[in-house]
């Protein structure tokens, strides 16, 4: 198995992608930020920071923005423009290490089957980092639900308002994805996880949230 610091870095422009769309999307459709807070939950200020460039978005504050603004997550960090929706007998086929790459403070992140937007599922694969201990711990939350598989190394997972466990490669875990967690990796070197979010119905969120 390939050694996850092998896996290709995200682009340096993944942030100037996001601010790029935000702007776009606002002028065609004359919205304020005050109107795009409404419709993402995300807070003013935070869209503010983001759109001129300040702030690269946690993962939890890219889900909010595609599901608000109507548009595919891949379609959100700049991707190729997906080939056609989701629909009967279609499919997607992602090679190996060629999936969308982008970063955060959690780890490194690879999208799959972005060739297909308005999916149900959200598949990636994750090079979670280890954290310094005097390093605070990197939360996300979103809608839906979220189904993780350890592949490589051990990774700690933190969830309000279990106690942090350790899980070992072929260990998973389902959980609520809308409650507080994160995960990080034990020893020196990174671990390696599937991460499938399905965002369901939930309804969109109508409270403001900041960016990690």
Known sequence: MNDPGQHAAPTTDD??????????L?????WTLSEVSRRTGVSISTLSKIENGQSRPAYSVLTRLASGLDIDFADLLGGEPPQGRFSGAARAITRAGRGKHFGSEMGLYEMLATDLAAKSLQPMVIDIQPRDDDSPSVRSAH????????LEGDVVFEMNPYAPV?????????FDAAMDHGFYAVGPKPGRILSICFAGS????TESLEAK
């Open 15 to 24: 942030a100037a992608a996001v601010a790029r769309i935000l702007s776009d």
């Open 26 to 30: 606002r002028k065609a459709n004359s």
């Open 143 to 150: 809608s839906g639900e979220e189904f993780v598989y350890v």
């Open 166 to 174: 350790v899980l070992a490669a072929g260990d998973s875990a389902y």
């Open 202 to 205: 939930a309804p969109k969120p």
